[in-house]
């Protein structure tokens, strides 16, 4: 017998993840269902429709899928009346006969919008006669008149009025003797609380929207009371951010699956803004995958709107960079298809994307120009309408005048805020509002204006006590003390700002679409350097070291794991290893091309989950971590440090060589300048220190840190071939494996192809052969795992033993995350579908580093240009868990050119006794360019040694 827990259990996942309830057609295959429009649904599953209200039906017949070519695009309406529903091989009609209007495809089954008369008494479906689901219907219940004057008032803005006609309803229905009396009073209490809320008095519609559900369990009028648990959860987030009362309602949302499909979307909805509330946004994606199609299949395009807004958002946060085309293009189709409607998800779903552009350009990133769009949406928003209050305005407001600034047009943003009470205005709203005003001020040098809002600013940012805000006050401040000339001041303010970053370090550290995203927080450190050395005295050790802290304070935050617990580690371990386990045993199997696409995106939804997570373990460890009091490297005897840093427009440009400091502002090339321009702006201010080095260190930030700089032609010939070059992590001192003679060595030869989507390589058991033969003759023990023998886990054991490490075979991104631009996505693809990640170097638990490493292979150390620590890639990963060295590749290499370069590396360093030291790799670079430059030979410039 089946447990009925268990039962319920089953039915609520399977409504959720499908958005349909599925019935079983004894005549074959399973129909997937959804249906809405009914005013209310009680309990009993009797659906009460208003007079001239209209249901929408959904239905798809899994053994008779239906083309999308043949019932999608240009077929007509009629076309599809008539043949889409005798295709799916059902029957949608009411006890009183055809009841169909209008119906249409949507997501491999049809649709229909009915108009039942008063007669009908239910909606039936049917499969070859045999009735599979039937609806029945009970006209509604009259209501008082004055409900829909009460919303009519509100819809206006009159907020007053349309309290005092619900006080006058509450008092006239408050008996409650009869179901309708208790429906009045319900439902009258429902409305009062989104006046309320509409008015700012949030904890008032919390307590009348807690009374009108429990009004509305009463009378069993079961779709109501999830009505107001979603719009609670709602509250809870958008009103008071109470992410633990809203997790409480969304908990309660689950069952509202079983009154109606419907409330699916809802569910997954608000969970997934739940999600993006606590800080998880890969959690939130996968939420919300599918929601705005569950939508869709019942024609609310209402609601799907509010969906693919905060789909768009959400896919800019997480670098979803190819759904984005796909998002968008669905947002055009419904703002052309609805151009004239100004309904409340279009304005939403609008508002959305144009807050999500102009968010991008404050961390200066390109991005269209939102302004147009804005404007549309201020002329809407400033008009009495159903979706319009005082809030939505001020928002389009706010929204409207922060493009201005950020097009340098200040003469209107006065006028634009001028209406907007701050005063009524939520912490966020508050905050932008001032923040606004005050960066005007700056930009227009009014003094007046930035010290009245200024002390607002700061209060708004307390009230909001989110870090960031805090931080976007303390920059502020540092601006308007810097116009005022108060140098110390601004200085106070910006280390003020800068510190508050360590709060902040870790949401810039997972994967480089977060470090893409959060570029902001990098400008509180570029203005103290700015000020370092535009100062009368330029300080340049001072400013040397706050670039120095700032890039590398990400990546410090990933050294936290060794201050967890043992317990704590081994958590995160098993965690990531049992994620990966699922992924690739479901990569195993073989599927159809459609059964492989869903496949993919759950896998990528796995993967960012275990991000999501171990993103919240690295916390817990990260606030025990000493941050910027770790000792920071100096230039050993011969050594000159070039540090690349950018500062507001301009970069600055640092020579290090443990003696003396020199500096250089300069304006970057562009990617159509050629090695000349740029060897001009990183190396000629130095020349002579670089003639006189030993040994090069490199640290430097996105755009300087993606070119080769090892490559560029100085003094007539590229840099490698007159002094070695190392790139930096530039992490804390100590972090490394002391030096040690390698005695043990592992091989891993993974050539697995097909098995990942990929081509074979040509040359990859030559290059293996080679690399055995040379620590043999070099006395060092060498031991090989070869394609199905190179699995995960055998590798990361056999790490453990090795004092050298060499890797041949494919670098690439993982197939579910093929196009992805987050360097955590890029792995060494191993046998039997498995693969080395970063998150599997970060926690493998023992671990014991290979003091040098060895990656010939595709992009094992790529480089995120719009990431200020340049991102974090696989060959960078053992530089944190302590090897002293790494050598990978920056870039696609050719296979021959590979074998090539390793031979002439190994018999330079002497079998790989000498292979820690620069000049061996600089020796080998040297030779294989045999006096061309990098453009001619980019695979074997493509190699870089990192360092710790």
């Known amino acids: 017998m089946v447990n009925p827990l268990l039962y319920v259990l089953i039915r609520v996942i399977a409504v959720l993840r499908t958005g349909a309830h599925e019935i079983s057609d004894s005549k074959g295959g399973i129909v997937s269902l959804s249906w809405t429009g009914c005013t209310v649904e009680r309990v009993d599953r009797t659906c009460l429709m208003s007079r001239g209200k209209s249901l929408v039906v959904w239905a798809r017949h899994s053994s008779r899928p239906l083309d999308p070519l043949l019932w999608g695009g240009g077929t007509t309406t009629a076309a599809i009346n008539a043949g889409c529903w005798e295709k799916l091989g059902l029957d949608l009609t009411g006890d009183i006969g055809e009841v169909k209007l209008a119906a249409g495809f949507e997501d491999g089954g049809c649709w229909a919008r009915i108009e039942p008369s008063e007669q009908t008494r239910k909606i039936m479906l049917r499969s070859r006669g045999q009735e599979l689901w039937s609806l029945p219907l009970a006209p509604m219940l009259s209501l008082d008149p004055a409900l829909a004057q009460a919303k009519a008032l509100m819809s206006s803005g009159d907020f007053g009025e349309a309290l005092a006609v619900l006080e006058d309803v509450l008092s006239d229905h408050n008996s409650g003797k009869t179901e309708r009396d208790l429906a009045v009073l319900a439902s009258a209490r429902d409305l009062r609380q989104e006046v309320n809320y509409r008015s700012g008095e949030f904890r008032a519609a919390l307590e009348d929207a807690d009374i009108a559900r429990t009004l509305f369990r009463r009378i069993g009028w079961s779709s109501r009371v999830c009505d107001v648990t979603f719009s609670l959860a709602f509250r809870h987030r958008d009103g008071l951010q109470d992410p633990e009362a809203m997790g409480e309602e969304i908990a309660r949302g689950a069952t509202c699956a079983l009154v109606s499909s419907r409330y699916a979307t809802d569910w997954r909805y608000y969970r997934a803004k739940y999600f993006e509330m606590i800080g998880q946004l890969g959690g939130a994606w996968q939420q919300l995958g599918g929601a705005g199609v569950m939508a869709s299949r019942v024609q609310d395009h209402e609601f799907a709107s509010y969906v693919l807004g905060f789909e768009y958002a959400l896919a800019e946060a997480i670098g979803e960079d190819d759904a984005m085309p796909l998002i968008e293009a669905q947002i055009e189709d419904i703002v052309g298809r609805y151009r004239e409607e100004q309904f409340c998800g279009r304005m939403a779903m609008l508002t959305e994307v144009s807050w999500t552009r102009l968010m991008a350009r404050e961390r200066g990133l390109t991005s269209e120009d939102p302004q147009p769009r804005l404007e549309e949406l201020f002329a809407a928003r400033s008009m009495p309408a159903q979706c319009n209050d005082a809030r939505n305005r001020d928002n389009a407001a706010i929204n409207l005048a922060l493009s201005d600034v950020q097009n340098g047009n200040f003469t209107r943003v006065r006028a634009l805020l001028r209406d907007v009470d701050a005063e009524r205005l939520g912490p966020e709203l508050a905050l932008w509002y001032h923040l606004i005003l005050v960066r005007a001020a700056v930009a227009t040098e009014d003094v007046k204006l930035a010290r009245r809002h200024l002390p607002p600013l700061r209060a708004a940012a307390e009230r909001w006590t989110d870090i960031r805000a805090i931080w976007r006050a303390e920059y502020a401040s540092g601006q308007v003390a810097r116009m005022l000339g108060e140098r110390a001041g601004a200085m106070?303010?910006?280390?003020?700002?800068?510190?508050?970053?360590?709060d902040i370090l870790l949401d810039l550290t997972l994967g480089t679409a977060r470090a893409r995203a959060d570029t902001v927080w990098d400008r509180a450190p570029q203005a103290l350097v700015e000020l370092h050395l535009t100062a009368p005295a330029p300080d340049l050790r001072a400013a040397l070291t706050i670039v120095r802290r700032t890039r590398t304070r990400a990546l410090e935050v990933l050294l936290a794991r060794s201050r967890m617990s043992t317990a704590q580690r081994e958590a995160v371990r098993e965690d990531v290893v049992a994620t990966r386990r699922a992924i690739e045993e479901s990569a195993a199997k073989r599927r159809s091309v459609i059964e492989e696409k869903l496949e993919l995106a759950h896998r990528r939804e796995l993967r960012r989950a275990l991000r999501d997570r171990l993103h919240e373990a690295l916390g817990q460890g990260a606030r025990h971590?000493?941050?910027?009091?770790?000792?920071?490297?100096?230039?050993?005897?011969?050594?000159?440090?070039?540090?690349?840093?950018?500062?507001?427009?301009?970069?600055?440009?640092?020579?290090?060589?443990?003696v003396n400091i020199r500096a250089n502002v300069f304006t970057l090339p562009t990617d159509e300048d050629g090695d000349t321009q740029w060897s001009a702006a990183l190396l000629d201010p130095f020349a002579d220190m670089i003639a006189r080095a030993r040994q090069l260190r490199v640290i430097a930030s996105g755009e300087v840190l993606a070119r080769e700089v090892h490559g560029l032609p100085f003094r007539g010939r590229p840099l490698l071939t007159q002094v070695p070059v190392v790139y930096a992590l530039d992490l804390p001192v100590g972090s490394s494996e002391e030096p040690r003679v390698p005695s043990r060595a592992l091989l891993v030869r993974a050539n697995p192809g097909r098995t990942h989507d990929m081509l074979p390589l040509t040359y990859v058991n030559a290059e293996a052969r080679h690399v055995l033969a040379a620590w043999e003759r070099a006395g060092i023990e060498g031991r090989e795992l070869a394609d199905d023998q190179a699995t995960r886990e055998r590798v990361l054991a056999e790490l453990g033993q090795a004092d050298l490490f060499h890797f041949v075979g494919h670098g690439a991104t993982r197939k579910e995350f093929r196009g992805s631009?987050?360097?955590?996505?890029?792995?060494?693809?191993?046998?039997?579908?498995?693969?080395?990640?970063?998150?599997?170097?970060?926690?493998?638990?023992?671990?014991?580093?290979?003091?040098?490493?060895?990656?010939s292979a595709c992009q094992t150390a790529l480089i995120e240009p719009r990431a200020r620590s340049g991102g974090l890639a696989i060959g960078q990963s053992f530089l944190l868990r302590g090897s002293a060295f790494v050598i990978a590749t920056s870039r696609s290499i050719g296979d021959q050119e590979a074998l090539f370069f390793v031979k002439e590396l190994y018999e330079r360093s002497e079998g790989g006794t000498k292979l820690a030291d620069p000049a061996t790799l600089a020796e080998t670079q040297a030779s294989l360019l045999d006096g061309e430059g990098c453009g001619e030979r980019p695979t074997v410039c493509a190699y870089r040694m990192w360092v710790p």
């Open 492 to 502: 106070r303010a910006f280390s003020r700002a800068d510190a508050l970053r360590e």
């Open 625 to 658: 971590a000493p941050g910027s009091s770790l000792a920071l490297h100096e230039p050993d005897h011969g050594e000159l440090m070039l540090v690349y840093y950018p500062i507001g427009a301009r970069w600055a440009g640092f020579a290090d060589d443990g």
């Open 821 to 855: 631009k987050d360097l955590w996505d890029t792995e060494l693809l191993l046998g039997e579908v498995s693969s080395l990640s970063v998150e599997d170097i970060l926690v493998a638990e023992p671990f014991r580093a290979p003091r040098g490493v060895v990656l």
